[in-house]
């Protein structure tokens, strides 16, 4: 009996030592970041950092939250933040916090303070979006949609995909992003967000970098091929042109699939498979659909498909930069750790690609 009453004494007093060593604030003496924007500052060498505050209102049933914004210049990041406590009366918390900004003027410079920085605070999560914003981050974090009712979760919704599945917006957590500027063999990329007008965003672009700066921004429709390359059953349209007429069919599945062939060192070459079934979406003409016409617009689709995942491709080579992991592919099917990276090199400028599209239009819509 005496060996119980022992245990919970000591129960009860370990219970007090953690309730008074921790600094517990309860949520109405907090303030919520949920989204953190970086720029340059006016002096060189200095951050201009923007944090988007959810100001929460207990009570469940308003559906229009406050927010606020407070933005201060310092040499560090963290040295900002630190100011930022001092314009506000409750603690800052950054357990909600789901997107970091990069302003474009940071991101043609060097990303790699902004990110080593994240990733070592240890109240920000590693699986919060990255994107650069344009023209800059605190533009993007003022854009308020009317249809936003929690701040910043149009943001949030956009990027993660769990609003919108749009096939120009790639997310890039913070884990991807770090493991892509320090992993040989497969550079970084980012989104990109326009601030267009108090309302409205849009994101439709990639930035590819080179491990620390932006050197190449893709176009909206090469931001859509780049995504079907990368993953799967991306949900989209394409254009095939037959006989005169013009033809969009839709992606229901698709996959993507490369192979790097080196046997002949004086002709490398990715060679891309393509699959995708679809469906008829639109038809310009006035010509009855048949099922041999399906198989026509599927070839000629494929055809175009080849033929601009092709010139992307290349691009992409001439830029110097692997955003596809090609190079990290091609280290781990060889065995050499000492010179894999540098024959990979040698060979990359010299690459060709075969792409085949295989595009099956399975049906025309339902037209009643």
């Not at 004494?9 to 008074?20: A, D, G, I």
């Not at 950092?49 to 606020?68: F, N, R, W, Y």
């Not at 038809?283 to 000629?300: A, F, P, Q, R, Y």
Request: proline fraction near 4%.
């Amino acid at each position: 009996m005496r060996t119980k009453k022992r245990a919970v004494c000591l129960l009860l007093l370990l219970m007090c030592m953690t309730v008074t060593g921790c600094n517990f604030k309860d949520i109405d003496r907090r303030i919520f970041v949920v989204a953190i924007g970086i720029d340059s500052g006016k002096v060189e060498g200095t951050f201009k950092v923007s944090l988007k505050l959810a100001i929460p209102q207990g009570d469940v049933t308003k559906i229009d939250e406050k927010m606020q914004i407070l933005t201060e210049e310092s040499e560090s990041i963290s040295e900002a933040l630190r100011r930022m406590k001092s314009k506000v009366e409750k603690e800052l918390d950054y357990v909600h916090c789901k997107t970091i900004i990069l302003g474009e003027q940071i991101a043609a410079k060097d990303i790699r303070h902004v990110i080593d920085w994240a990733m070592r605070r240890r109240d920000i999560q590693s699986i919060l979006n990255f994107a650069i914003g344009r023209p800059g981050a605190l533009e993007v974090l003022q854009v308020k949609p009317p249809s936003e009712r929690i701040p910043s979760n149009s943001l949030i919704l956009a990027m993660s995909g769990q609003g919108t599945e749009s096939p120009f917006i790639s997310s890039v957590f913070s884990y991807q992003l770090m493991r892509s500027i320090y992993e040989n063999g497969i550079d970084p990329i980012l989104p990109i967000i326009e601030a267009q007008g108090e309302e409205q965003f849009l994101i439709n672009k990639v930035a590819l970098l080179d491990k620390s700066k932006l050197k190449l921004v893709l176009t909206p429709d090469e931001t859509r091929l780049f995504n079907l390359l990368s993953r799967s059953n991306l949900r989209t349209n394409f254009p095939a042109h037959l006989g005169g007429g013009m033809y969009q069919y839709y992606t229901e599945s698709s996959s993507s699939g490369y192979r790097i062939v080196t046997q002949q060192e004086d002709n490398p070459y990715i060679r891309y498979n393509i699959k995708i079934r679809a469906i008829l979406e639109e038809n310009s003409t006035e010509d009855m659909v048949t099922h041999h016409m399906l198989k026509e617009i599927g070839e000629s689709g494929a055809a175009e498909l080849s033929k601009a995942v092709t010139a992307l491709l290349i691009k992409i080579r001439d830029s110097g930069m692997d955003p596809m992991g090609w190079g990290l592919h091609y280290g781990a099917r060889h065995w050499n750790n000492d010179t894999e990276m540098a024959v990979w090199e040698s060979l990359y400028p010299r690459l060709e690609f075969q792409v085949k599209a295989d595009v099956d239009v399975k049906y025309s819509g339902m037209i009643k």
